[in-house]
């Protein structure tokens, strides 16, 4: 989905800042200790795991850092976190998914509905919005990994269900409950994966014009925010046109 895809973009360039940086590395330590608390601590055996430290691998988390998160679980340190997920709509009634670990639940909840209600948006029931995606497992790939036509077919035979390329690079889709398998067969003949993790994919779009864009960038900032969020998922659809004025 462009919206998907686009939003990305954005996190990416927003990414390069050292405290949004900073803030990044902490959630997904706490994804990495969580995965190995739930499960085996060698990453081999432990798809989860293996899933949560290539996402920290590919926005360059040191390797002491996502060590020290692994040990951190061997150790039974820190707090048991629940997952919740939480539905609501933004500006222009654009669907938002957000997904938290947390310590406490009221606490979580709280902050969550306060910043829906303070940056134009609303929180819903679970359900409201989640029909509007599919569950689904993402590969991504530099144009460095081959041509359109190599990576879609290692894509058919490591058993992915769709794969878009453009001059940027390859993302390659599949059910949730095959990704562990699929990316090992795609890795098997493609190399390394720039990442691979689990996502919401719009299966419907709102449509935002510039006005819209900016009031959901500041919500879903001020979601990201929270240390409680993990990541926020949106389905809006925006021109070329209005991302570049961003």
Not at 62 to 68: G, M
Request: proline share 2%; hydrophobic share 35%; charged share 30%.
């Amino acid at each position: 989905m462009a919206g998907h895809s686009k939003w990305a973009n954005i996190q990416h360039r927003k990414g390069r800042q050292d405290a949004v940086r900073s803030k990044l590395f902490s959630k997904l330590s706490k994804e990495i200790t969580v995965a190995a608390k739930m499960g085996d601590p060698d990453p081999d055996k432990n798809p989860r795991l293996r899933m949560a430290v290539k996402e920290a691998k590919s926005v360059s988390v040191p390797k002491d850092v996502i060590d020290r998160a692994i040990k951190k679980s061997e150790a039974g340190d820190g707090d048991n976190y629940d997952e919740i997920r939480y539905e609501g709509y933004g500006p222009n009634g654009v669907a938002v998914i957000v997904e938290a670990m947390t310590d406490n639940r009221n606490r979580t909840a709280s902050v969550v509905r306060s910043t829906f209600s303070k940056n134009g948006g609303n929180l819903g029931e679970t359900g409201s919005v989640s029909f509007m995606f599919e569950r689904k497992g993402e590969v991504t790939y530099t144009s460095a990994a081959g041509d359109a036509d190599t990576v879609m077919e290692a894509a058919i035979e490591a058993g992915a269900e769709d794969c878009e390329s453009s001059e940027e690079g390859h993302t390659i889709y599949c059910a949730d409950s095959d990704l562990n398998e699929v990316s090992t067969a795609l890795e098997a003949e493609l190399g390394d994966s720039e990442s691979t993790k689990l996502i919401w994919k719009p299966n419907m779009t709102t449509e935002m014009d510039l006005e819209a864009m900016q009031k959901l960038m500041k919500l879903v900032d001020a979601l990201e925010d929270d240390d409680d969020v993990q990541r926020v998922t949106t389905n809006f659809e925006a021109s070329d046109e209005v991302m570049s004025q961003l």
